[in-house]
Structure formats: C-alpha cells, structure tokens
C-alpha cells in the first residue's frame, strides 16, 4: 500500500523557513516523480513544484520560484520542500503527491503551514 | 499558465447523471493534453479518479466506480467528468487538471451537493 507522510508544518512569522519533509513508503520511490501541491484555508488545489526521479530536474510555480526548493533523498524514500520568505499567502496545507502511473495518483494526508505573525 | 474554468457548484438529486465541466482558455486545444479528475470530500485528501485523453486513451483510479468517467467536447473545448447514478457519497469538490510543460494546471474546483 502506497503511503505518503508529510511533516514539519507550523506556524511561522512572515519572513520565516520552514522544511517540509514526506515519507513514502509502500512504491519504489526513487523510480517516480513527485511533487508538492497546496491548498489554502476554503480554496482550491494549486500545485507548488515537482522533481524527477534522480532529483535533477525541479520545477515551480511562479509565485515560489526563488524561495521555496523541492528535493528528494531516495535512499531514505523522502522528499522535501524547503520554504524560505514565506508570506502570509503560502499559509496552506501542503499536500505530497505522487506520480506512480499518472500524476496524483497518490496523495499524503497534508501538513499545514501556517505565516502570521 | 492557462486557467481552468469550473463552475463553482453544481446539484443534482440521487440516481440522476452530473455532467461537470472544466473549459480550457481558445488557445489551448483540449485534445492535446490528457485531462485528469480528482475527488476531495470535506478533511480529506485529493482522490485521484480518472484520466481521459481519448476513448482509446482513459483509465480510471483503482478502486473508482465505473459510474465515474471522461470525456471532451470539441466544440466547447471542454474536459468532462460524468457521474451517473448519483450517491449520497459523491457530495464532494472535484478539480480538473492538465499538465502541460513540466506544470500542473488545476481548475478551481466544483462543488457537487446530491440533493
């Protein structure tokens, strides 16, 4: 059974870091892509960045570029989203998805991250 | 990136059919890209459902009912999610999503109330 575990969300001021870290298990991780999508309180998804399978490839959404970076460790099956100059618009639950077979074919539970101060 | 358009909400009494839609900008041809659907009740996460290119290039997500499927209108350069045989339990949001150019695109989401 696939799995997906997110951790590291809090609540942080405007200006802050975060890392945000996913544990996956139950897929041979280091085969697939993954990504990071959000979703804001009572919005819709918007998905954040992705990474290839040996992590050397990465790519953003416009409004993180620059600050937020998506890596992965794949001999410790985790993936990981560095969230730096967060504002008070990045406060969301942040979702680790996977592409096994087709793009968000799996889905963590979330973690929230919250930027107030 | 493109936007796309879902109408907020839609509602329909159990047993009948919903016929969600999800329009891409003039500029993007729905026939060029694979149009995936997703399902999120309330405190829970996205379910992946089903993915439609053409009748001969779709799937549906493991465990997804065959009352769950895709399809595009041409004309309104429109991806669809039919339901038919509406439940009780298919009262939730369900989001489109393209992915062109190393990107995913989703739309706003629609909220479907079976009444």
Redesign the interface.
Known sequence: EVQLLESGGDLVQPGGSLRLSCAASGFTFKNHDMSWVRQAPGKGLEWVAGISIGGGSTFYTDSVRGRFTISRDNPRNTLYLQLNSLRPEDTAVYYCVSTIIRPGDHWGQGTLVTVSS | ?PVLTQPPSFSASPGESARLTCTLPSDINVHAYNM?W?Q?KPGS????LL?YYSDSDK?Q??GVPSRFSGSKDASANTGILLISGLQSEDEA?Y?C?I?PS????????TKLAVL
Do not use: A, L
């Open positions: 990136q995936y997703y999120q996460p996205p379910r992946y993915h799937g997500g493991s949001d989001y999503m992915w190393n990107t995913w695109v989703f739309g706003g989401g």
